[in-house]
Antibody
Framework: QVHLVESGGGVVQPGGSLKLSCVPS????????VHWVRQAPGKGLEWVTF????????PYPDSVSGRFIVARDISRNTIYLRMNSLRPEDSAVYYC??????????WGKGTTVTVSS | QTVVTQEESFSVSPGGTVTLTCGLT?????????PSWYQQTPGQTPRTLIH???VLSSGVPDRFSGSILGNKAALTITGAQAIDESHYYC??????????FGGGTKVTVL
């Protein structure tokens, strides 16, 4: 059965950095890609990034380009989201999601990031 | 940047039919955008309903269906039930290689 578990969320000051982790079970990161999707409090879903099973990442949306980087550790079967220069508007629940064929298939339960002084 | 549009809200009677749409501020939605739909009730994780325009995800009841209507993707609920009261999000895959979510539609069943 496929599951994804996110961790690493917390409270960080504006301008700070945070690294989120996503550990899948039931598949390996060399078999399937993983998306990151976020949801600010009371707001809709926003796609953040995607790392393919090859390790190549998709282009980043303007809202996070130049600040967020997705990476993976094959030996740990783990996907990371490194978030730099954090802003209050980055506060959200961050979900990692197993890829389907050009869609988001299986969702993790999310980890909460709060950017506040 | 292109914006994906969805209706803010819809109300449907129990047993009724409602069609939600997913469009673009510039251009038409086609199967090449691989439209997919997600359901989310407050406090819950999103659930994948439909992908690749009309393919139902595993376990999704067949009262949900997807299509292209005119220049938009569409999600139709036929025979709405109280448990269908949720937010519904579409997402499109863009030629630039990114995915973009719509703002979501709140469906009320009453």
């Amino acid at each position: 059965q496929v599951h994804l578990v996110e961790s690493g969320g917390g409270v960080v000051q504006p301008g700070g950095s945070l690294k989120l982790s996503c550990v899948p079970s039931g598949f390996t990161v060399t078999d399937y890609g993983v998306h990151w999707v976020r949801q600010a409090p009371g707001k809709g879903l926003e796609w953040v990034t995607f790392i393919r099973n090859s390790g190549e990442s998709a282009p980043y949306p303007d809202s996070v380009s130049g600040r967020f980087i997705v990476a993976r550790d094959i030996s740990r079967n783990t996907i990371y989201l490194r978030m730099n220069s954090l802003r209050p508007e980055d506060s959200a629940v961050y979900y990692c999601v197993k890829e389907g064929n050009y869609y988001m298939d299986v969702w993790g339960k999310g980890t909460t990031v709060t950017v506040s002084s | 940047q292109t914006v994906v549009t969805q209706e803010e809200s819809f109300s449907v009677s129990p047993g009724g039919t409602v069609t939600l749409t997913c469009g673009l501020t510039s251009g038409s939605v086609s199967t090449n955008h691989y439209p997919s739909w997600y359901q989310q009730t407050p406090g819950q994780t999103p659930r994948t309903l439909i992908h690749s325009t009309y393919v139902l995800s595993s376990g999704v009841p067949d009262r949900f269906s997807g299509s292209i209507l005119g220049n938009k993707a569409a999600l139709t609920i036929t025979g709405a039930q109280a448990i269908d009261e949720s937010h519904y999000y579409c997402v499109l895959y863009m030629s630039s290689g990114i995915w973009v979510f719509g703002g979501g539609t709140k469906v009320t069943v009453l």
